[in-house]
């Protein structure tokens, strides 16, 4: 098992070791949506239609859902939300993962990396992964996102419709349902925008909480693939989730 746990100038543990993603890995795919509306060179309402060669099974709502042309923001907010996997290769074939990679590698993404498109299952013969990267990166990625440029506040809003707060969140006060982007919170709460990656031997957990302090963070855990704990990686992961809000702000439980 190896744990990674970053958050810039106050946490470093084993931030540059080189882990599997999960989904978390989507964020790359989402930044370079937002980065592209916030420049011009997409447009909020274009259309993008939903391929066969798309559909993938696991996370999302597309596969059963009859629609087949839904906008690039759409799509966008499906992957954020429910870490749609069918939307999320729809629009990685729409930038094409050449401009993923560039547009990450500008925001200072080199080892964190989409490799392929999302597949279930994965072949032999397929990519070894979806994303890679490190938990240094990912945190100064997270950090960046502050809501002062367009495409930030795109992220922050998409990152707050996340349904999945089992990870970094899980334990400490927050309202699931808050998406207003706020400057600080009341006292003993947190805000949160975030994007987590669950698959067998993977738990990992990027985004920002705001308490009475804005904190980056990214968390990744990586176990075997087969017959590893991945109870126990859920629990480092939401430790480390208590750590980092005492950061911003959120006192730890008392335990006994």
Not at 125 to 131: K, M
Not at 169 to 197: C, F, M, Q, Y
């Amino acid at each position: 098992m190896r744990i990674a746990i970053s958050v810039p100038g106050e946490i470093s543990i084993n931030d540059d070791a080189e882990l599997r993603l999960a989904s978390a890995g989507k964020l790359l795919v989402l930044a370079g949506v937002a980065r592209g509306l916030a420049a011009g060179t997409l447009a909020p309402d274009e259309v993008v239609e939903v391929r066969d060669a798309d559909y993938v099974n696991g996370s999302g709502l597309l596969g059963v859902l009859s629609q087949r042309r839904w906008t690039i923001t759409d799509l966008a907010v499906l992957v954020a939300s429910v870490s749609d996997n069918t939307a999320t290769n729809s629009l990685l074939r729409h930038l094409g993962l050449d401009r993923v990679t560039d547009e990450s590698a500008r925001l200072g993404l080199i080892r964190t990396r989409v490799l392929d498109r999302v597949r279930e299952p994965r072949l032999p013969s397929d990519p070894p992964h979806f994303a890679v990267g490190t938990a240094g990166e990912l945190a100064r990625f997270a950090a960046l996102l502050d809501g002062q440029e367009e495409w930030t506040r795109t992220m922050l809003g998409w990152m707050a419709h996340n349904t999945d707060r089992c990870l970094v969140p899980a334990l400490v006060p927050h309202d699931p349902e808050s998406r207003k982007i706020p400057d600080k919170t009341a006292p003993g709460t947190i805000w949160v925008a975030n994007k987590t990656g669950i698959d067998e031997g993977v738990r990992t957990d990027v985004g920002v909480l705001v308490g009475v302090r804005r904190i980056g963070y990214a968390v990744l855990a990586n176990g075997p693939t087969v017959g590893g704990d991945d109870h126990e990686l859920v629990r480092r992961v939401r430790e480390a989730g208590v750590e980092i809000a005492a950061l911003a702000g959120v006192p730890r439980p008392h335990v006994g």
